[in-house]
């Protein structure tokens, strides 16, 4: 079974970019139709969807993030990366990256089938 992890830091200043790796084990990141997401939970809120990347290297982004938003992959450690410019502190939330078999609805967070733990980070000076 595919086994998702997130890290990175958990405290970033404003203005600054937020940067998370999803590392995963049990499963290739270049499998067939699998897309790999980045989803994220401000408190108090719902389940938000930021952006996935392909097991053909494709991006797609949440149309109120694409500006600052960078998704990109290290196939040779199946890992990918989520990157967040010009944080402010409504970006603060649990963070979750996730894998999903390809379907239309690829922005749709109930959509995706297994999940890291998530990551809380706090954009705070």
């Known amino acids: 079974q595919v086994q998702l992890q997130e890290s990175g830091p958990g405290l970033v200043k404003p203005s600054q970019t937020l940067s998370l790796t999803c590392t995963v084990s049990?499963?290739?990141?270049?499998?067939?139709?699998?897309?790999w997401g980045w989803l994220r939970q401000p408190p108090g809120k719902g389940l938000e969807w930021i952006g996935a990347?392909?097991?053909?290297?494709?991006?797609y982004y949440s149309p109120s993030l694409k500006s600052r938003t960078s998704i990109s992959r290290d196939t040779s450690k199946n890992q990918f990366t989520l990157q967040l410019s010009s944080v402010t502190p409504e970006d603060t939330a649990v963070y979750y990256c996730?894998?999903?078999?390809?379907?239309?609805?690829?922005?749709?967070?109930?959509?995706?089938?297994?999940w890291g733990q998530g990551t809380q980070v706090t954009v705070s000076s």
């Open positions: 996730a894998t999903m078999k390809y379907t239309r609805e690829y922005d749709d967070t109930s959509r995706y089938e297994y």
């Open positions: 990347i392909t097991y053909s290297g494709n991006t």
């Open positions: 049990g499963g290739s990141i270049t499998t067939n139709y699998y897309y």
